[in-house]
C-alpha cells in the first residue's frame, strides 16, 4: 500500500494494527495503553548490588534465549558496553535468537556483525545503523527486518509495549554500589545519559555497568538506583577519545561558511525570530557554523535566545556562559565542552529521550521548538529527506533526532552542499525517506535555497527580507548538470530494514540491493 | 593510438579517478571500480569507452579506480594515461584537437 510519501510499503508488514504513515499529526488525541515492565521486590535491605561479571548479572536477570537486550549510545564510537554484554550472554551463557534494541548503533558494534551472520541475533531494533552491520543487515542476513526509529519514536514504541525490553544495559560513567549512574566524574565521561532513562524506567531488568565506582549516594543521578538489578565494574565501558571530541570546531571552509551565513538570514527574516526563540542545530560543519552567524545576528537586533535543545557541544555552552542564551536542555553530549558543562554550567539541565522528542507524550520539548538547522544526505523535489541509506542503497546512517524536530519546529532548514563528489544531494527520489517533505520548510544549499511551498507565509519572509530563492526542481536540475542523472537503485523484493514514522507508522522500507553489474 | 606500455594517471582522492592503461589484447578490456557504482557505473564506463574511442585506442587493458569523479575528470585522467603510455605527454599536445 502506497503511503502519504508515496512510498510502496508490503500489506505483510501491515499486521498487528501498523498502518501506513499518513502524514503528520495523524495520531493527535488518540489514547495509548502504557505498558509496564514485570520487575523484582527488593524488599529485603541490600549493601551493594554489584555482582562479579556480566555474565553473573545476565544470569541473576533470568536471561535467556529469545529476550530483548536494550543499550544506549552516549559513549557513541567509542562504546565497549555492547559487544561485552553480547559476547557473555552468546559465547558464555551460549544465548541465541536474541534482540538488541540500541539507541543507536555505530562501526564500534562491527563484532556484532559476526553474531548476526551466526543466527545469534535475530533482531535490531535502533536509530543508526553503519559499518560491517550495517553491511550485513543491507546483504539480508538478519533473520527479521531491522527497525529503525527516531529518537523520539523509540520511547514512543517502548511505553507503547511494542518492544518490550526483558534487559536494560546501562553504560555509566560513574555508579554507585546500588546503580545510582552519572554521566560525569569518571574516566569515559559522556555528561548527558538522556537516551538510558526510558529504558531503565520500562525493562524489566536493569543493569549498570561501570568503569568507575563511586561512593553512595552518586547524584543527582541520571539512571536511579531504584530501576536497578544489578552493577557490574569492568576496567572500561569505552574509549574516552572515541566518547567526545575535544572541542566540536567551526568549520573555517568558506563553502560551509556561506550556507550558514544564509541559514542564518533565513532565521532572522521571519517573526519567531525574537527575544526568547528557541533553537537546535546539528554538530555538520555548515549547521554548527549557523550559531556563529546567528550570535550576530542575535546582537545586531539586541536579541537573546530562550533555550536551546539537542545533542549540546562546546558552541552552545559558549552562548550560554556568555548569557545569550537562557537555558541548555540536553539529551547527549558531543564534546568535552558539553560534557563538562551539563549539570554544572547554571540552566544546563539534563533531560530523557521521551522529554525531548516522544510524539506520544503530552508535549515534547521538539513541540516547543521554534528553529532547527539540520543536515541531509538526500533531499528530494518533495522535500523528503534521507539520512539512512547511502547511494548505493546500504544502511549508513541514522535518523536521530532529525524526524522529531522536523515536525516538532515552526522552522525546519535543512542545509546542505548540493553535491557531494558525484553524488547529487538535491535529487529526484530520495532512497529512503527518514524525514518526511511535510515538515520540511526550507533548504539552503551553496548553489541557492529553496522554500517548500506548503510554506507561503516563510516565502513572503524571505521576500521581503531580500534573500533570494529559487525552486527545488531548479536546484534539483543544477545538480544533475553536474553529476549527471543518476541511474534508480537496483532492489529485490526482500525488505531488510522497515523505517518506523515516529508516530509508529511505516514510512518506508530498505530492501536488499541486487548486485550491481555493469 | 597504440598504447605503448604501461601508464597511470589521477588519484585516489575523494572526486578523482586513477586510470592506468597498458598494452592489449587486440581488444579493450575494461577494468571499473567505483565508489558511486549502482548510479553511475553505466554513465562511467560508457565515458571511458568513449573517450578511448576519440583517441583512437582500440587496443588496451584500462584499469579505472573512480572515486567520484566528474566525468570530464574521468576523460581528462584517461587522456593523460594514453599520452603518457606513447611518450606524448611532454610536448605538442594537440589542445582542442584530439584532446578536448
Redesign the interface.
Same mark, same amino acid.
Given at each position: 500500500m502506497k503511503n502519504a510519501v508515496g512510498r510502496d510499503i508490503p500489506e505483510e508488514l501491515l499486521v498487528n494494527g501498523k498502518e501506513v504513515y499518513q502524514g503528520k499529526n495523524y495520531l493527535d488525541g488518540k489514547y495509548i495503553q502504557k505498558a509496564g515492565p514485570k520487575t523484582r521486590r527488593y524488599e529485603k535491605p541490600q549493601e551493594s548490588k554489584i555482582v562479579d561479571s556480566l555474565a553473573q548479572a545476565l544470569r541473576d536477570c533470568g536471561a535467556k534465549s529469545g529476550m530483548t537486550f536494550s543499550f544506549h549510545h552516549h559513549l557513541r564510537d567509542g562504546d565497549y558496553v555492547v559487544n561485552m554484554v553480547m559476547k557473555a550472554a552468546i559465547e558464555e551463557l551460549g544465548l541465541e535468537d536474541l534482540t538488541i534494541a540500541a539507541t543507536s548503533l555505530g562501526s564500534a558494534h562491527d563484532p556484532i556483525a559476526d553474531y548476526i551472520e551466526q543466527g545469534k541475533v535475530v533482531g535490531i531494533q535502533t536509530s543508526g545503523i553503519r559499518g560491517r552491520m550495517g553491511e550485513v543487515v543491507s546483504a539480508g542476513k538478519l533473520k527479521t527486518p531491522a527497525i529503525i526509529r527516531s529518537h523520539g519514536g523509540r520511547p514512543r514504541a517502548i511505553e507503547a509495549g511494542e518492544v518490550h525490553i526483558d534487559i536494560a544495559f546501562v553504560a555509566a560513567p560513574t555508579s554507585d554500589c546500588v546503580g545510582n549512574c552519572r554521566g560525569i566524574g569518571g574516566k569515559s565521561d559522556c555528561g548527558s545519559m538522556g537516551y538510558a532513562m526510558t529504558d531503565a524506567k520500562f525493562a524489566d531488568h536493569v543493569v549498570v555497568v561501570t568503569d568507575c565506582l563511586v561512593d553512595f549516594p552518586n547524584y543527582p543521578a541520571s539512571v536511579e538506583a531504584i530501576d536497578v538489578d544489578a552493577v557490574v565494574v569492568v576496567d572500561s565501558i569505552g574509549n574516552p577519545k572515541k566518547i567526545a571530541s575535544a572541542a566540536a570546531r567551526i568549520s573555517q571552509n568558506p563553502r560551509d561558511l556561506m550556507m550558514a551565513e544564509d541559514v542564518a538570514r533565513v532565521i532572522a527574516s521571519t517573526p519567531y525570530f525574537k527575544e526568547g526563540f528557541s533553537f537546535q542545530t546539528g554538530v555538520g560543519g555548515p549547521s554548527l557554523a549557523a550559531n556563529l552567524f546567528l550570535e550576530k545576528l542575535m546582537d545586531e537586533r539586541n536579541i537573546k535566545m530562550g533555550w536551546a535543545i539537542g545533542g549540546i557541544c562546546g558552541p552552545m555552552v559558549e552562548l550560554l556562559k556568555k548569557g545569550k542564551v537562557g537555558k541548555v536542555i540536553d539529551v547527549q553530549d558531543f564534546d568535552l565542552d558539553a560534557v563538562h558543562s551539563i549539570n554544572q554550567t547554571p540552566n544546563h539541565f539534563e533531560m530523557s529521550a521521551s522529554q525531548y522528542a516522544n510524539p506520544a507524550n503530552k508535549g515534547a520539548f521538539v513541540n516547543k521548538l521554534d528553529f532547527v538547522v539540520l543536515a541531509a544526505l538526500e533531499i528530494d523535489t518533495d522535500f523528503n529527506v534521507n539520512v539512512l541509506t547511502g547511494? &548505493?542503497?546500504v544502511l549508513r546512517g541514522a535518523p536521530g533526532g532529525h524526524p522529531d524536530t522536523a515536525a516538532g519546529s515552526k522552522v525546519c532548514i535543512i542545509v546542505t552542499p548540493l553535491t %557531494?563528489? %558525484?553524488?547529487a544531494t538535491v535529487c529526484e527520489h530520495v532512497v529512503t525517506v527518514t524525514t518526511p517533505g511535510d515538515c520540511v520548510d526550507v533548504l539552503v544549499t551553496d548553489y541557492g535555497i529553496a522554500v517548500n511551498p506548503l510554506r507561503p507565509d516563510l516565502i513572503e519572509c524571505l521576500d521581503k527580507a531580500g534573500i533570494k530563492h529559487v525552486t527545488i526542481e531548479s536546484l534539483k536540475e543544477k545538480a544533475y548538470s553536474?553529476?549527471?542523472r543518476? &541511474?534508480d537503485?537496483?532492489w529485490e523484493d526482500k525488505v531488510v530494514a522497515v523505517l518506523e514514522a515516529r508516530d509508529g507508522t511505516i514510512l518506508d522500507v530498505v530492501r536488499k540491493?541486487k548486485p550491481?553489474k555493469? | 593510438m597504440e598504447i605503448k606500455k604501461t601508464a597511470m594517471a589521477g588519484t585516489l582522492e575523494s572526486s578523482d579517478a586513477q586510470v592506468t592503461v597498458e598494452p592489449g589484447n587486440g581488444t579493450v578490456e575494461l577494468e571499473l571500480s567505483s565508489s558511486v557504482m549502482n548510479q553511475y557505473g553505466r554513465q562511467i564506463k560508457e565515458t571511458v569507452l568513449a573517450t578511448l574511442e576519440r583517441l583512437e585506442v582500440d587496443n588496451a587493458k584500462i584499469t579505472v579506480v573512480d572515486k567520484g569523479a566528474l566525468d570530464c575528470t574521468l576523460a581528462a585522467r584517461i587522456e593523460c594515461a594514453v599520452f603518457r603510455s606513447c611518450d606524448k605527454a611532454d610536448k605538442d599536445i594537440p589542445w582542442g584537437g584530439m584532446i578536448r
Amino acid at each position: 500500500m502506497k503511503n502519504a510519501v508515496g512510498r510502496d510499503i508490503p500489506e505483510e508488514l501491515l499486521v498487528n494494527g501498523k498502518e501506513v504513515y499518513q502524514g503528520k499529526n495523524y495520531l493527535d488525541g488518540k489514547y495509548i495503553q502504557k505498558a509496564g515492565p514485570k520487575t523484582r521486590r527488593y524488599e529485603k535491605p541490600q549493601e551493594s548490588k554489584i555482582v562479579d561479571s556480566l555474565a553473573q548479572a545476565l544470569r541473576d536477570c533470568g536471561a535467556k534465549s529469545g529476550m530483548t537486550f536494550s543499550f544506549h549510545h552516549h559513549l557513541r564510537d567509542g562504546d565497549y558496553v555492547v559487544n561485552m554484554v553480547m559476547k557473555a550472554a552468546i559465547e558464555e551463557l551460549g544465548l541465541e535468537d536474541l534482540t538488541i534494541a540500541a539507541t543507536s548503533l555505530g562501526s564500534a558494534h562491527d563484532p556484532i556483525a559476526d553474531y548476526i551472520e551466526q543466527g545469534k541475533v535475530v533482531g535490531i531494533q535502533t536509530s543508526g545503523i553503519r559499518g560491517r552491520m550495517g553491511e550485513v543487515v543491507s546483504a539480508g542476513k538478519l533473520k527479521t527486518p531491522a527497525i529503525i526509529r527516531s529518537h523520539g519514536g523509540r520511547p514512543r514504541a517502548i511505553e507503547a509495549g511494542e518492544v518490550h525490553i526483558d534487559i536494560a544495559f546501562v553504560a555509566a560513567p560513574t555508579s554507585d554500589c546500588v546503580g545510582n549512574c552519572r554521566g560525569i566524574g569518571g574516566k569515559s565521561d559522556c555528561g548527558s545519559m538522556g537516551y538510558a532513562m526510558t529504558d531503565a524506567k520500562f525493562a524489566d531488568h536493569v543493569v549498570v555497568v561501570t568503569d568507575c565506582l563511586v561512593d553512595f549516594p552518586n547524584y543527582p543521578a541520571s539512571v536511579e538506583a531504584i530501576d536497578v538489578d544489578a552493577v557490574v565494574v569492568v576496567d572500561s565501558i569505552g574509549n574516552p577519545k572515541k566518547i567526545a571530541s575535544a572541542a566540536a570546531r567551526i568549520s573555517q571552509n568558506p563553502r560551509d561558511l556561506m550556507m550558514a551565513e544564509d541559514v542564518a538570514r533565513v532565521i532572522a527574516s521571519t517573526p519567531y525570530f525574537k527575544e526568547g526563540f528557541s533553537f537546535q542545530t546539528g554538530v555538520g560543519g555548515p549547521s554548527l557554523a549557523a550559531n556563529l552567524f546567528l550570535e550576530k545576528l542575535m546582537d545586531e537586533r539586541n536579541i537573546k535566545m530562550g533555550w536551546a535543545i539537542g545533542g549540546i557541544c562546546g558552541p552552545m555552552v559558549e552562548l550560554l556562559k556568555k548569557g545569550k542564551v537562557g537555558k541548555v536542555i540536553d539529551v547527549q553530549d558531543f564534546d568535552l565542552d558539553a560534557v563538562h558543562s551539563i549539570n554544572q554550567t547554571p540552566n544546563h539541565f539534563e533531560m530523557s529521550a521521551s522529554q525531548y522528542a516522544n510524539p506520544a507524550n503530552k508535549g515534547a520539548f521538539v513541540n516547543k521548538l521554534d528553529f532547527v538547522v539540520l543536515a541531509a544526505l538526500e533531499i528530494d523535489t518533495d522535500f523528503n529527506v534521507n539520512v539512512l541509506t547511502g547511494s &548505493d542503497g546500504v544502511l549508513r546512517g541514522a535518523p536521530g533526532g532529525h524526524p522529531d524536530t522536523a515536525a516538532g519546529s515552526k522552522v525546519c532548514i535543512i542545509v546542505t552542499p548540493l553535491t %557531494r563528489g %558525484r553524488m547529487a544531494t538535491v535529487c529526484e527520489h530520495v532512497v529512503t525517506v527518514t524525514t518526511p517533505g511535510d515538515c520540511v520548510d526550507v533548504l539552503v544549499t551553496d548553489y541557492g535555497i529553496a522554500v517548500n511551498p506548503l510554506r507561503p507565509d516563510l516565502i513572503e519572509c524571505l521576500d521581503k527580507a531580500g534573500i533570494k530563492h529559487v525552486t527545488i526542481e531548479s536546484l534539483k536540475e543544477k545538480a544533475y548538470s553536474l553529476v549527471g542523472r543518476p &541511474d534508480d537503485l537496483q532492489w529485490e523484493d526482500k525488505v531488510v530494514a522497515v523505517l518506523e514514522a515516529r508516530d509508529g507508522t511505516i514510512l518506508d522500507v530498505v530492501r536488499k540491493i541486487k548486485p550491481y553489474k555493469l | 593510438m597504440e598504447i605503448k606500455k604501461t601508464a597511470m594517471a589521477g588519484t585516489l582522492e575523494s572526486s578523482d579517478a586513477q586510470v592506468t592503461v597498458e598494452p592489449g589484447n587486440g581488444t579493450v578490456e575494461l577494468e571499473l571500480s567505483s565508489s558511486v557504482m549502482n548510479q553511475y557505473g553505466r554513465q562511467i564506463k560508457e565515458t571511458v569507452l568513449a573517450t578511448l574511442e576519440r583517441l583512437e585506442v582500440d587496443n588496451a587493458k584500462i584499469t579505472v579506480v573512480d572515486k567520484g569523479a566528474l566525468d570530464c575528470t574521468l576523460a581528462a585522467r584517461i587522456e593523460c594515461a594514453v599520452f603518457r603510455s606513447c611518450d606524448k605527454a611532454d610536448k605538442d599536445i594537440p589542445w582542442g584537437g584530439m584532446i578536448r
